[in-house]
């Protein structure tokens, strides 16, 4: 199982579409394949800043800032599907 975080901040447009490609991701992969959450950044700005999170919407995978704005769904997919290929033999 891998682990996405969607940073997003309140009245974000981007980050509701960043969360609805996400949330379509999950389902059309597995779902109990990607666990997911929204951080909100101005509840968690220390987390955020640690990972280096300079704006939103951005997307870290197993604590890793992968996408520090809104990627293709296809580059998104592409993403997930690379991860999962690797973890699959240890779900």
């Given amino acids: 199982m891998i682990r996405v975080e969607v940073f997003s901040s309140p009245g974000c447009g981007k980050c509701g579409h960043a969360?609805?490609?996400l949330k379509k991701l999950v389902e059309t992969l597995g779902e109990g394949r990607i666990e997911w959450r929204e951080v909100n950044?101005?509840?968690e700005m220390d987390y955020a800043v640690d990972?280096?999170?300079?704006?939103t919407p951005a997307i870290a995978i197993?604590?890793?800032l992968v996408f520090t704005g809104l990627p293709s769904t296809g580059k998104l997919r592409r993403e997930l599907e690379r991860r999962l290929g690797g973890k699959e033999s240890r779900s």
């Fill in 19 to 21: 969360k609805s490609v």
């Fill in 41 to 43: 950044i101005l509840d």
């Fill in 51 to 55: 990972l280096g999170v300079l704006s």
């Fill in 62 to 64: 197993d604590g890793e």
